[in-house]
């Protein structure tokens, strides 16, 4: 485990944290005056390793060759010049710092990061992270890369962390994440009577990671049509899928593979396959060359050994593994059919060398006619 502390004054500003994957909706911004939770687990941190935040370059400052050498293969509104390596942990795991009171302001009802870090060492006043819970976004701590270190804790050696638990470890430990959640307005609280300040809906984590996957399937398709299993994994890909692909050619068959999954099929040329929650590893059958597409574990988890629908407590929580069938009833499904992430599908596209193939960059620009059809 680790701890960072101020590059200035070598301040302690963090708990001990080990290191996990960075989540696919890190930099997701989901609905309207929605109020998302913590990004991180407690305990947790992640590394963006590319650059992200202020300043921004517009795509018409950037030459084509420039944007490649980035990865990047299309235009985007902008591109990031911050310094990579930026470090996300939970709010609650910071200490020692103090809120810098002229750039405490944010786009809507709390903080971002439109004004760069946002909050200072408390020892000697050097900015070191930008706090984030604005409405829509995911309420993080991003410390500065230039203005920490990391340190190991108990006498670690530099870079050693908590041993990654195996594939079949996460299969008989790992938990899903359900596909729809109840989703708080700004300034509502959960509890007792509180339950119409919450709306059900699909969750934003499952709209992150179709965004993502929705892009690599299309990519994995080469311009034929692809077909996936059928239920949820169906009902989160069909639609757009159908949509964004021709009819006419022999269907490329997209299926389920992974831990504790039977070995695919050797005709399937597409494999949704979880990552590793800690190490972000794709998981990889053994001498497949088949095109991998990446789904975070507990999206995964659920589609490929699906779970029963979690029940709505009737008041207030319910202790952790207590579910009352006579009381209370299952979570209602969302009222809208699935729509993917329209921002990570678009950001993982355009990092895609395949985007540059004429059928798939129309697909990626008449990404606003795709929006207001409701397939994102």
């Given at each position: 485990m680790?701890?960072?502390?101020c590059?200035?004054?070598?301040a302690?500003?963090?708990?001990?944290v080990?290191?996990?994957?960075?989540?696919?909706?890190a930099?997701q911004?989901y609905?309207?005056?929605?109020?998302?939770?913590?990004?991180?687990?407690p305990g947790?941190?992640?590394?963006?390793?590319e650059?992200?935040?202020p300043?921004?370059?517009?795509w018409?400052?950037?030459?084509?060759?420039?944007?490649?050498?980035r990865?990047?293969?299309?235009p985007?509104?902008?591109?990031s010049?911050?310094?990579?390596?930026?470090?996300?942990?939970?709010?609650?795991?910071?200490?020692?710092?103090?809120?810098i009171?002229?750039?405490?302001?944010?786009y809507?009802?709390?903080?971002?990061?439109a004004?760069?870090?946002?909050?200072?060492?408390?020892a000697?006043?050097l900015?070191?992270?930008?706090r984030?819970d604005?409405?829509?976004?995911w309420?993080?701590?991003?410390?500065?890369?230039?203005?920490?270190?990391?340190?190991?804790?108990?006498?670690?050696?530099?870079?050693a962390?908590?041993?990654?638990l195996s594939w079949?470890q996460?299969?008989?430990?790992?938990?899903?994440?359900?596909?729809?959640?109840?989703?708080?307005?700004?300034g509502?609280?959960?509890?007792?009577?509180?339950?119409?300040?919450?709306r059900?809906?699909?969750?934003?984590?499952?709209?992150a990671?179709?965004?993502?996957a929705?892009?690599?399937?299309?990519a994995a398709?080469?311009?034929?049509?692809?077909?996936?299993?059928d239920?949820?994994?169906?009902?989160?890909?069909?639609r757009?899928?159908?949509?964004?692909?021709?009819?006419?050619?022999?269907?490329?068959?997209?299926v389920?593979?992974g831990?504790?999954?039977?070995?695919?099929?050797?005709?399937?040329?597409i494999?949704?396959?979880?990552?590793?929650?800690?190490?972000?590893?794709?998981?990889a059958?053994?001498?497949?060359?088949?095109?991998?597409?990446?789904l975070?574990?507990?999206v995964?988890?659920?589609?490929?050994?699906?779970?029963?629908?979690?029940?709505?407590?009737?008041?207030?929580?319910?202790?952790?593994?207590v579910?009352?069938?006579?009381?209370?009833?299952?979570?209602?499904h969302p009222?809208?059919?699935?729509?993917?992430?329209?921002?990570?599908?678009?950001?993982?596209l355009?990092?895609l060398?395949?985007?540059?193939?004429?059928?798939?960059?129309?697909?990626?620009?008449?990404?606003?006619?795709?929006?207001?059809?409701?397939?994102?």
């Open positions: 680790f701890v960072f502390v590059a200035g004054c070598g302690e500003l963090t708990n001990p080990s290191q996990v994957a960075l989540p696919v909706h930099h911004k609905g309207n005056g929605t109020q998302l939770p913590v990004l991180m687990e947790t941190f992640a590394v963006e390793p650059p992200w935040g300043p921004w370059r517009t018409e400052k950037i030459h084509p060759d420039e944007a490649a050498a990865g990047v293969y299309a985007v509104y902008a591109l010049d911050g310094a990579p390596g930026a470090t996300v942990i939970a709010p609650g795991d910071a200490h020692g710092t103090v809120l009171p002229e750039r405490a302001g944010g809507c009802c709390g903080l971002d990061e004004a760069g870090p946002n909050v200072a060492c408390a000697c006043a900015p070191v992270a930008s984030i604005d409405c829509s976004l309420q993080a701590m991003w410390l500065a890369p230039s203005a920490v270190r990391r340190l190991p804790v108990d006498g670690t050696d530099v870079g962390d908590v041993e990654p079949a996460l299969i008989a430990e790992g938990k899903g994440t359900p596909p729809f959640e109840p989703i708080a307005a700004w509502s609280r959960l509890g007792a009577g509180r339950w119409s300040n919450h059900w809906s699909w969750s934003p984590r499952w709209e990671a179709a965004g993502r929705l892009a690599h399937l299309l398709s080469e311009g034929r049509p692809v077909t996936v299993p239920g949820l994994t169906a009902e989160v890909f069909g757009a899928l159908d949509a964004m692909l021709p009819a006419g050619p022999p269907p490329r068959p997209a389920l593979a831990p504790g999954r039977p070995a695919p099929d050797g005709d399937a040329g494999l949704l396959v979880p990552t590793h929650p800690q190490t972000g590893e794709v998981w059958p053994a001498g497949d060359a088949a095109y991998r597409v990446p975070p574990f507990g995964w988890r659920w589609l490929a050994f699906p779970e029963p629908d979690p029940p709505v407590p009737t008041s207030g929580g319910l202790p952790d593994g579910l009352r069938d006579d009381f209370d009833p299952p979570a209602p009222r809208h059919l699935f729509r993917a992430d329209p921002e990570i599908f678009r950001q993982t355009v990092r060398p395949d985007v540059r193939s004429p059928w798939l960059r129309d697909i990626l620009d008449n990404l606003t006619q795709y929006m207001r059809a409701g397939y994102f």
